[in-house]
């Protein structure tokens, strides 16, 4: 996600600081967004120096200091509430108060993020969706603490990125994930149902809904472990049963078949 964030801040005239603890990644990330650019130049849609321009803001960092004089900081690291408290501690001390403190979280309480942080005022989510370069919508989520300058802030980013900010309370799954992944479940129910086949299953719900995708082809595209995982965080932070995991999802992530990314998912993929 880190890669297509930079990627879309570079593609709008900013300068972007990248940082990960792990240097093999920024190399990984920097020559992944050099080979998309070099697609758009080959399909017409960027001239190269315009993608020399882009490539250009684009600024490794190895450590956050080096970092210090940015407007606006995005997080984009591991899904694990420690690790982002111990990095929005640090992020607190070395950026000035003014400085919004976003989270790309899908999952995590911005709340509880900013319960790491002298400001928590300052911190807000700033939820991108994949591929972030391209996909519209920004979820900016207000945690208890969060200013409405910090809000506006964001927003205003957004909107440079010309993205579509929709605005929502700290609360589990946000909006997307809240609706969007219980439906893929239900539809994981209803293969396991025998309600129909997987094909019959998605084609119902392209035609009969006008979604773009079928859920279960849109389970295998996400990651079927990271439906799994926000199904189990909505389940628990609910509480509520009707986020139960469907078994089949379960028995798929015991069996390694988690979509896209490991060529079998709901359905099979050449790797
Ligand atoms: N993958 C998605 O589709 C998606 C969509 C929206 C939001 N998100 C959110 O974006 C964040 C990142 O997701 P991802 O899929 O890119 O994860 P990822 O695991 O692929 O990448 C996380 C990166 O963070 C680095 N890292 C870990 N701790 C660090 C630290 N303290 N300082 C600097 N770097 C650190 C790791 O080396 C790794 O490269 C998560 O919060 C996730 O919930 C993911």
């Given at each position: 996600m880190g890669s297509g964030i930079a990627q879309c801040i570079a593609e709008h005239g900013m300068r972007v600081f990248i940082l990960d603890s792990n240097p093999e990644i920024v190399k990984k990330a920097v020559s992944k967004i050099s080979e998309r650019l070099q697609r758009a130049v080959d399909s017409g849609e960027i001239t190269s120096d315009h993608r020399k321009e882009i490539f250009e803001k684009i600024c490794i960092v190895e450590n956050l200091n080096q970092a210090e004089d940015a407007d606006f900081v995005i997080e984009a690291i591991i899904e694990d509430i420690e690790n982002k408290k111990n990095l929005f501690n640090r992020l607190d001390k070395i950026f000035s108060n003014d400085i919004v403190l976003a989270s790309n979280t899908s999952s995590l309480s911005i709340s509880e993020i900013a319960?790491?942080?002298?400001?928590?005022?300052?911190i807000a989510g700033m939820h991108f969706f994949n591929p972030a370069y391209k996909m519209k919508l920004v979820e900016v989520v207000k945690g208890i603490k969060t200013s409405r300058d910090t809000i506006e802030k964001t927003k205003k980013l957004a909107n440079i990125l010309e993205k579509i900010p929709v605005e929502v309370n700290d609360?589990?799954?946000?909006i997307v994930n809240r609706i969007l992944i219980p439906m893929i479940n239900e539809a994981a129910f209803a293969l396991q149902d025998n309600v129909a086949d997987k094909e019959s299953i998605d084609t119902a719900m392209k035609?009969?809904?006008?979604?773009?995708?079928?859920p279960l082809a849109l389970a295998d595209l996400i990651g079927i472990d990271v439906c799994l995982h926000i199904m189990e965080s909505l389940e628990k932070n609910l509480?509520?049963?009707?986020?139960k995991p469907c078994e089949l999802l379960k028995q798929m992530v015991k069996e390694n078949k988690l979509g896209r990314k490991t060529g079998q998912g709901f359905y099979t993929y050449k790797k």
């Open positions: 319960k790491s942080a002298n400001h928590p005022e300052r609360t589990p799954g946000f035609l009969g809904a006008a979604h773009p995708m079928g509480n509520n049963p009707k986020y």
